[in-house]
């Protein structure tokens, strides 16, 4: 048996004060919003319940075989904000907001946040030293600056939950009933969660020109998140451990645990034109560039993350982006045993003794040290979009893709094989090393579970067609011939039908479920492609 419930309410209202006097413009927003968000569950099982319909109840069932649990979650938000924005003339322009919000996920001290904006813009195309000039349509420069919280984070985050009923085994009895029960705390909370704060710059641009047949946006940005809510993966020690009533992964603590900068440069232009009364088109695109950088660590320990099979795949510390990852370095494949030998420190001691012919070969450093170094991270350099269309008559076509460049990505199901007769990926069936195949990129056929390393580090660079959409339209003369349906339009459809990549696994778009992770392919599914065709109609 199970049931569960789930509301979500929310009660906004705002009031706007708005004035001309002469050249200004005055307007004036103040309001308060409040929400709720409830949900909850239970579960309960037994076994043995008799086969018979009207038997189905769960005392009739074996009491030695029954399963209960329930989760509860409820957290609410409050907020007042208000907004003043300004125009003199239509050429100056100003916006200035300001909101307070609270949120019941922190504690009573840290429950209210306070979060200022402001942004200007001098339009030049209204300005009289301007109207000569034929490049510009539209020009404006424009500058922000503003600070914006984040509060999404477990209802039970701050809040130290009990498990009931735990057997107590050392020195608890042999009594008839069995082990001594008691109850623990599962896991360890901050209950000094603070809200995660970003405070954004932006300086940047608005354009139009050529009869407005071209247009687009520049900007550069500085985005700077402080006491970045993250999940820290602690030590055993600490007692942290699986909560069946909490969302929290077992082993980690969520803490402000980083202040993270994103410092980039953002471009836009679109262009559309008509050639013809038959013929009409549009191209537009955009890229980004992005440097992720972690400027520092409140605790000062790095942040280890990715563990497969007991290897930390990532490790987060400043001067490094987000989830970066730190492996020992695989330099090429051991031929031959006299190669293994061979393979000694400054002090004529050998690296890997234990190693066979078609082992991977790790890099140490003059002292015979395992050497681990920054191998890239999952943070793209730069984003590209690129979106197109044309309408010939009464067909129409429009296709969009996207891009990430300069990022790697982690081929973990590679590594974390659990047994040899594992699934493996054909680029690796078909050139393994073998005396026959002496490839130095390769190694032997093997059980897997190999410690984490560059070689399952690959480029995640792609370039995906997101969406391409060919369609035609009913002439309204054919339509009028009946009077049921006023509009139709037949079109087929197809979604990511197209990815370039050179990563060899199902998907180079590995989010993880948190950027410390980030990156790294475990239980990942392919791209999903959909083809579809369909009919609009209007009555």
């Not at 006097?21 to 008799?50: C, D, I």
């Not at 477990?154 to 009990?162: C, G, I, K, M, S």
């Not at 930390?312 to 400043?318: G, L, V």
Request: proline content about 4%.
């Amino acid at each position: 048996m199970s049931s569960s419930k789930y509301y979500y309410w929310v009660w906004s209202n705002t009031a706007t004060y708005s004035q001309t006097f002469g050249l200004s413009k005055l307007s004036v927003l103040a309001g308060t919003e409040a929400q709720t968000n409830y949900n909850s569950s239970w579960s309960a099982y037994r076994y043995s319940v008799p086969p018979i319909p009207s038997e189905w109840y769960l005392q009739d069932g074996d009491q030695n075989f029954q399963f209960n649990s329930s989760t509860i979650a409820k957290y609410t938000t409050n907020s007042y904000l208000g907004r003043i924005t300004y125009s003199y003339d239509d050429r100056f322009l100003f916006t200035g907001n300001f909101r307070a919000d609270g949120s019941s996920v922190f504690n009573a001290q840290n429950r209210w946040g306070y979060f200022p904006g402001a942004s200007v813009g001098w339009v030049l195309t209204h300005e009289k030293f301007m109207q000569a000039q034929k490049i510009f349509d539209y020009l404006k420069i424009r500058g922000s600056w503003g600070e914006l919280g984040n509060s999404n984070i477990p209802a039970d985050a701050t809040v130290p939950t009990a498990l009931s009923n735990i057997p107590y085994f050392f020195n608890s009895g042999t009594s008839a009933s069995g082990a001594t029960t008691g109850s623990i705390i599962p896991q360890i909370k901050d209950l000094n969660l603070k809200w995660e704060v970003t405070k954004e710059a932006d300086l940047g641009f608005d354009y139009s020109t050529l009869a407005g047949r071209l247009s687009g946006e520049f900007d550069v940005y500085d985005k700077k998140a402080t006491q970045a809510l993250i999940y820290v993966l602690v030590p055993g020690t600490f007692g942290s451990q699986a909560n069946p009533n909490s969302t929290i992964s077992p082993g980690y603590v969520l803490d402000n645990a980083a202040t993270i900068d994103n410092k980039g440069v953002e471009f836009s232009a679109r262009w559309h034109d008509k050639i013809n009364s038959k013929l009409s088109y549009f191209i537009g695109g955009n890229v980004s560039y992005n440097r992720n950088r972690v400027v520092n660590l409140n605790g000062g320990a790095p942040i280890f993350d990715g563990n497969i099979n007991g290897y930390f795949t990532t490790e987060t510390k400043a001067g490094y982006p987000i989830g970066a990852f730190f492996v020992r370095q695989a330099i090429g494949v051991f031929q031959s045993l006299a190669q293994v030998a061979a393979y000694v420190d400054k002090n004529g001691n050998q690296l890997q003794p234990g190693a066979e012919p078609g082992d991977l070969i790790y890099k140490y450093n003059s002292n015979g040290v395992l050497d681990t170094a920054y191998a890239g991270s999952y943070q793209p350099k730069v984003y590209v979009g690129i979106s197109g269309g044309l309408t010939y008559k009464s067909f129409d076509f429009s296709i969009d893709l996207y891009s990430n460049i300069g990022n790697q990505v982690y081929n973990g199901k590679e590594q974390a094989r659990v047994t040899a007769t594992d699934n493996i990926e054909k680029s690796v069936a078909t050139t393994f090393w073998s005396e026959g195949n002496k490839t130095n990129s390769q190694p032997a056929a093997n059980a897997g579970n190999l410690p984490a390393s560059t070689y399952f580090i690959a480029s995640g660079t792609f370039v995906r067609i997101n969406n391409a959409t060919l369609g035609y339209t009913v002439q309204p003369n054919v339509l009028s011939r009946q009077k049921v349906i006023t509009s139709c339009r037949i079109f087929i459809d197809a979604q990511n039908p197209v990815t370039l990549k050179k990563y060899g696994g199902f998907s180079s778009e590995l989010p993880g479920s948190s950027p410390t992770n980030a990156g790294i392919e475990l239980g990942t599914y392919p791209t999903t492609r959909i083809f579809a065709a369909g009919i609009n109609l209007g009555f």
